[in-house]
């Protein structure tokens, strides 16, 4: 089954730039965009996200997730970020979380 694609995650990409179609590869959630050139694959299809999250257990659940999640990648994805580089965890990032 394909991921649902929200107007939040849609708002979230064109926030950077990008757009955001179903994924054409295995086991993942969204294929990104910028300027019609392909980025990234982004988002495994066994693990939730932000929005998953938002819809089963609520905002606040769905925070907690978002912070944790942050916590783990921050130092990682924002040097890369500080770079200039439109890495699949930068754009799993800011799309999905």
Excluded at 47 to 65: H, M, P, R, S, V
Aim: glycine content about 8%; proline content about 2%; overall charge positive.
């Amino acid at each position: 089954m394909p991921y649902n694609i929200t107007d939040s995650i849609k708002r979230k990409a064109s926030a950077i730039g990008v757009q955001v179609k179903p994924s054409t590869r295995a086991g993942k959630k969204l294929d990104v965009y910028k300027d019609g050139i392909y980025q990234a694959s982004i988002g495994a299809l066994g693990y939730k996200d932000y929005e998953i999250y938002k819809q089963e257990k609520g905002t606040d659940y769905a925070n907690e997730k978002r912070r944790q999640y942050k916590a783990r990648h921050e130092k990682n994805i924002s040097q890369k970020y500080r770079d200039g580089k439109m890495t699949a965890g930068f754009l799993a990032w800011r799309i999905l979380w």
